[in-house]
């Protein structure tokens, strides 16, 4: 007996092929997540020449500055788990508790972290050559962000979230 297959057998046998042909499976979230980090650092660069007029490659690397990639990282997180699961979902709640974590310690604990290692630097630059500390390496200064830079982070997270999906 010959066996009929129907357009929606066809489209899911088709569908299913592809996805399990793929090395890496498409997956919107991660990839807006990382898409956003990457973009956020890279943009470092072009935000510290206009602010300093001088070009730091070592600003992709690091942290703090503007835009915040780690805002942008867990906001595009959230934003894609919304538009890809609802925004009625468990992960959906997990992933926007999860940013308002991350930014509150981007603009909070990490922010004031970096203040007071900038004024401790500042104190062993004045101490005298002779003493114990004097010597010691300064401490990196720029971890956290400003709420501007926060806010930026999130808005250039939601875009790229925004744009994946389409």
């Given at each position: 007996?010959?066996?009929?297959?129907?357009?929606?057998?066809?489209?899911?046998?088709?569908?299913?092929?592809?996805i399990g042909s793929s090395i890496i499976p498409y997956n919107l979230p991660l990839l807006s997540?990382?898409?956003?980090?990457?973009?956020?650092?890279?943009?470092?660069?072009?935000?510290?020449?206009?602010?300093?007029?001088?070009w730091d490659s070592r600003r992709m690397l690091g942290?703090?500055?503007?835009?915040?990639?780690?805002?942008?990282?867990?906001?595009?997180?959230?934003?894609?788990i919304g538009f890809q699961e609802g925004t009625g979902g468990s992960a959906f709640a997990i992933a926007v508790v999860l940013a308002c974590v991350v930014m509150y310690d981007a603009s909070g604990v990490r922010l004031h972290a970096g203040r007071q290692a900038e004024l401790l630097n500042q104190i062993v630059c004045e101490l005298p050559p002779d003493h114990p500390v004097s010597n010691v390496r300064p401490l990196r200064d720029s971890l956290g962000h400003t709420p501007l830079q926060v806010v930026a982070g999130s808005v250039l997270g939601c875009v790229v979230a925004y744009l994946m999906k389409s």
């Open positions: 007996m010959d066996e009929v297959i129907t357009a929606a057998d066809a489209s899911s046998i088709a569908g299913s092929a592809s997540a990382f898409l956003s980090f990457a973009l956020a650092q890279f943009l470092k660069l072009f935000t510290t020449w206009y602010k300093e007029k001088r942290s703090g500055g503007m835009p915040s990639s780690h805002s942008a990282t867990v906001t595009a997180l959230a934003v894609a």
